[in-house]
Each structure stands twice: as C-alpha cells, then as structure tokens.
C-alpha cells in the first residue's frame, strides 16, 4: 500500500512552486525521459513522500519511488526496466495502490481503488529486477490530506536510504536520454547521453548469479548505463530481450512465423524501423484472406452477384440479356489474381529488407526457431500463424469441402448442404444459391449468425430464404454420412438432409499444433489459442502472437493493427494497444451486412438505449419491381446520446458502415448525424435523416450462464 505524506500547502511543498496549468506530463518509451509541456521539471526526488506499508525489507517487498510534477492532473507511470512504460491518466485525488509481486515471472497489477478499476492486469517482470513505479500526483486538497501513520513512518525510515538511491539512479537515466548533466550530488554528473561515451562490460546480478553483459547501447537500446552512471551496491538488470541476446548467438532481431496479413504487416513495419527480420513460411504468402480467404471469396460473391443484376437489367430497358456461368472459366482467372497477389507479397518483403524463410518453423527455446534444421535465433519472436477449419462438431465432418476446398471448385454443385450458421456458412450459402446450385442451411439456432445483433439476424434469414436457400434450422444436428449419390446429414428430430456436396461451415481453430509452444511454456486457452496480454506478449516473455491464432477479434484488419502495434511498441518505441471493443465488420451475403459497436442487446445491458430505424425498398429495386428491402439502425445511449452501434443490411451495406466506423470510434453522438447533411440520393443518408427513434429499450439483466448456453 502506498501512502502520500502531506508537506504542507500548495506553495510550501518541497522543491514545488505554484501549480502550472497544462496537460499531464508526457512520457516516453524509453522509461527515462519525463517532461510536462509546460516546463515543470521533476522535483523532490528521493524525499520521503511514500512508504511501503509493512516492508522492512524494501528489495524483497519491492521498490516503490515517488517523484512529483506540478501539473494539473493525476498521472501514473508504470516504469520496469524489463517491459518499458506504460502510461495511464487517471483522475486527480485518486487513491492509487501499486502492489508489486516479484516472483519466477513477477507481475505488477496497479490498481485504482477508487474506481476498483485494473488497469495493467498482466505485466510480466523477470525474476530479481528492479521495479520502479512512479507516481506523478497534483492536485491534491492538502488541507484534507491525512499524516502518515507511524506505522508506515518507520517502514519509510527503513526504506529511505534504499530508495534514494534509486531515485538518483533514475535521476541518471533522465539525464543520460535528455542529454543535460545529472544534478550536484548525484553520481555520474556531467555524463551526457550521446551515445559516445565509454561503455565497459560489468557483471548483472540476476538472482544470485553473475552474468557478464554488454553495455554499449546508450541512445538506441533505452539508455542503458555505463560505468560512470552506477551508483555503488545497485545491481544492474537487463530485459529479456538483452538478457536472451547475451546468452547465445543472435541471428535477427526479430523472428516472425507465419506469412499470412499479420506477419507480413509485422515483419516489414519492424523492418522500417531499423530490426533485422526473418519471415518463416511453410505454404504461401498471403495466408488465409489473400490465398483461400476474404479475397478470392469476395471475387466469387462479384460472379455470382451478376445473376441478379442481368434479370434487373431487362426492368431498366435492356433486352435479349442472356449469359450462362462457366466455373473453370472464373477458377482459372482466380487462380492467375491469386498468384499475382501472392507474388506482390513476396516483392514487398523483399524490398522491405526482411529475409523469407521457406519451411515449417518449430520453437526450441524463448529465443530459438528450428527450421527444417536451420537454426533461427532472436530477442523477439511473434507468432503469426492464424486459424483453420475446424473438423470436430459433429461425427464425419472430415469427409466434406472446408472454405479451402470451395475455393477450388471448377464445377458448381448441384445441390449442396452447407453446415453451420456463422458468416462463412451464409456466404457460401448465399453465392453458391447466386451460381445456380441448390444450397441447404443447416443449423441448430433459430437464426443465423449468433452474435450479431437479432433484427439483423431476423433480416437475414428473411433474405436468405427469398433467394431460395432453404434453411434447416433449430434442430440439433447428430453426424455426416458419405453415401454413393452425396451427403447425408443424420439430426436429433431423425430427419435426414441429403445433398450432392456438403461444406463444413462449423467453425475454425487456431493454428498452434506442431510449433512447441507448450515446450517452451506458451500457455495455451481451451480453445487452443495463444494466451496473450494487451500488448500481444504471451506468458514467455520473449513471444508475441497476433490474430486468429489468440483468438480475440478474428478479422484480417485486426490481426495487421496487432502486428503493427506490436513493431511500433517493440521497435520504435512508440507503445500502441489496440481496442478491440470497437471493431467495424461485414458478412458479403445477399443482401451484405455492415456492422460495428453494440447490439441493442449488448447496450441494454450497459443502460437505456434509443433505437432508430429504417426499413425500406431501395430505389434500384423499387423501380424493377423487386423484393430486396435495406435495413438500418442505430443504437444510441439513452444517457448522453452517444452512438454506440450502427448495423445495416442491404446493397452495399459494408462500404456505408466502413465510413460510419470512423464516426462510432470518435465518439460522435445522435446529434452529429443530425446536424450532417445528406448526400441524396443515396441509402447511406438514411442514417442522417432518422429524427425519431422507434423505440426506448430499457436496461436489461445479462441472463444466468446456464440460459445463454442453453
């Protein structure tokens, strides 16, 4: 527990003038220069401002050091030399306890009891290093402030000296990064960071044992100290990463395994910045999205999305359209794209300076990859490996197509069963019906797409059905059998589908078999995904992983921004997280959905919410004569009107909603849509023309766990 002794007034606090005003200071990743924009300096350093409630022992309990900065707000600055910096803004007056718990693999939880709120939940710290945790504080009513009990005086008292030097030792590395000289009295005055001064190997004490390090990256490496910036009895200790580069030969900086979007994205930012990167690919470049994925999907939902638009044709004058769909035809030119993209992943890798490594890559240590017999060696290893289809449902699932093989098709199925009700499930279902072949939905919900918002659900099955899909639905499903004329598909009420081909829609899995994660201690989840933190470091501290295979937000977008803010953190030190509350998606059926934010359902469980909407015939198909209706939505805060989802399905449904998840992520509230004007004609104004909601649906209770799965 740490608690903040008052020393007197605002004006009287030592080293600290009146109060400036201004934004809180900023930090840097290095965890060594502190600055406030308004020039207030750090002050006080090593006054006995904190204590450590019942430690007697400070380097067994940890370390706790207090500097202050005249500014206006509360900060708190998580500082371990192992990990970097991490910055929170909390609000001033804010009771703030840090628990620091060195162990094996330590890990610092700060939380702020005020809120009861978590904000480092996992940051892991090597075993025996030196945990600094800085805690900016202004604005404090000192009138109000209670004295130190006498208790925490005396574990302060014992403490003060320990800390002290610590402060100085801090004190060092801000000056070494800053470039000025250290104050009088503190070792090592005069010494500038310019990265010239003489840098001598010394001895790392790391729990009891004496290694030998190189101390020769001052500026580029996090300001690590030389023999003139040492205090006397403070043992230096280095990161994981240093530690690692020092035990054994290092070939690259950084390791990815895995070709898909998020290693490619990785591998060439970490390359920008300076890393020397190796890229470990068994199969092709380009991964799921590009090779069996999101883009030759895409490319068969554009042949089959021609049925319709020849029949409206003939309603806007034309005549005499006829055309007749030719599989090979479209696989082959699909084939010669894919190819095309593939080698453009290859180019850019290249020419962004990271070396590809064909071959299956295996862990052998926190620092090592064996591939095919080759030995890979780096400080840094990501993980980039993605999903699979997964086969394991229900009894026989192996014998039917994946989303791999459907892809591959060069004849349109007569009739097709496809299994699942997830959103790869209904695009098949929806462009394999656009192609001619006779599809059956298979599923055990009431409506497709578990998790998405249900009048988009409810919408969907509506459209599905219109299209002539027949939807099988709300009866468990049992086993798939081969049989000599196709697929049988056995379910709970004893009835039995039958088609020509069948597709396994049910699911993916993260791809982890066969990498040696649990020999080198990955810690894996029930689903066989990567267990990561907010950064994307899993509990080896050496290792990342990004995307599908942690299984978070599973979309190809998400996975790049993970692997970006990954290099950004790790090699720019220019730290980034990823919210991934706030992610905008799509399913390419027809019609296609766009959504991003909150159901309704999800929002009411927060609060009251306002629903708007709009149910219409486009003018595209009024004008024909034709069925398809758009839908659009959104959900707003019933308290302070902030949007908080916006949902849509109807022709073009992902381009509108991709430019509304810009207005969602700012935080724009009902009236910025009403105060926009309208692009007209078009559907995507309908989102700025809906005054009145259509409903107010009150808070609602998460129901018990036994209900949802039920």
Known sequence: MIAVTPEGRDGDRPGLGPRSGGRPAQVTRDACQLRSERGAGVVA???????????????????????????VSVVVVLIVESVGAVLFSVEAGSV???VVVPSAFGVVVVTLAEFGAVLVSTVVVAAG?????????????????????????????????????????????????????APAGIPGGGIRGNGDAAHVRKRCRRNGVGDTVELSRCVARGCELCEHGVPEGVAFHVSPQERAESSMEMTHDLIVIGGGSGGVAGSRRAAAHGARVAIVEADRFGGTCVIRGCVPKKLMMYAASFAHQFKDAEGFGWS?????????????????????????????????????????????SGSEVDVDGRRLAAPRILIATGGAPAADAIPGLAAAMTSN?????????????????????????????????????????????RGFDAELRGR?????????????????????????????????????????AALNATGRKPNTAGLGLADVGVQLNAKGAIVVDAESRSGVPTIWAVGDVTDRVN???????????????????????????????????????????????????????????ADFRPMKTAFVGGTQR?????????????????????????????????????????????????????????????????????????????????
């Open 630 to 710: 758009a839908f659009m939505k959104l959900v707003v805060d019933g308290l302070d009107q902030r949007v908080l989802g916006v949902h849509m399905i109807g022709p073009e449904a992902p381009e509108i909603v991709q430019g509304l998840a810009v207005a969602v992520t700012c935080g724009a509230r009902k009236s910025d849509f009403d105060q926009t004007i309208a692009v007209h004609p078009t559907l995507a104004e309908e989102f700025v023309l809906m005054r009145t909601p259509v409903r107010r649906a009150a808070q609602t209770v998460q129901p018990p766990a036994a209900a949802v799965a039920g």
């Open 555 to 613: 979309l190809t977008p998400v996975a790049i921004a993970e692997a970006r803010a990954f290099a950004d953190t790790e090699f720019d030190k220019d730290p980034r997280r990823i919210d991934h509350r706030v992610v905008a998606s799509a399913v390419f059926t027809d019609p296609p959905i766009g959504t991003v934010g909150l159901t309704e359902q999800q929002a009411a469980l927060r609060g009251p919410v306002d629903i708007y909407a």
């Open 320 to 364: 005499d359209v006829q055309a007749r769909f030719e599989m090979s035809r479209w696989a082959d030119a699909k084939k010669r794209e894919i190819d095309r993209l593939e080698k453009i992943y290859d180019e850019m890798l290249v020419n962004g300076g990271v070396e590809i490594v064909r071959g299956r890559g295996r862990l052998t």
């Open 405 to 449: 093989e459907v892809l591959d098709l060069r004849e349109v199925p007569q009739s097709l069963l496809v299994i699942g009700g997830g959103y790869i499930a209904v695009e098949f279902a929806s462009i394999l019906a656009g192609l001619g072949s006779r599809v059956t939905l298979a599923y055990r919900d009431s409506h497709p797409l």
């Open 96 to 98: 703030v306890v840090v």
């Open 45 to 71: 350093a090593g006054s006995t401002l904190v204590s450590v409630a019942g430690a007697t022992d400070v380097s067994a309990a940890g370390v706790v050091v207090v500097l202050w900065v005249a500014e």
């Open 129 to 181: 290093a030196v945990c600094v945790v800085v805690v900016v504080v202004v604005s404090v009513d000192w009138a109000t402030a209670r004295p130190m009990p006498a208790s925490m005086a005396a574990a302060a008292a014992t403490a003060d000296s320990f800390l002290m030097v610590l402060c100085m030792r801090l004190l060092q590395r801000l000056m070494c990064v800053c470039g000025s000289s």
């Open 460 to 500: 969907l099955a509506l459209a599905l059905g219109e299209r002539g899909i027949t939807l099988a639905c709300g009866v468990a499903l049992q086993r798939l059998e081969r049989e000599d004329a196709g697929f049988a598909l056995h379910r709970a009420d004893g009835s039995v589908l039958r088609a020509r």
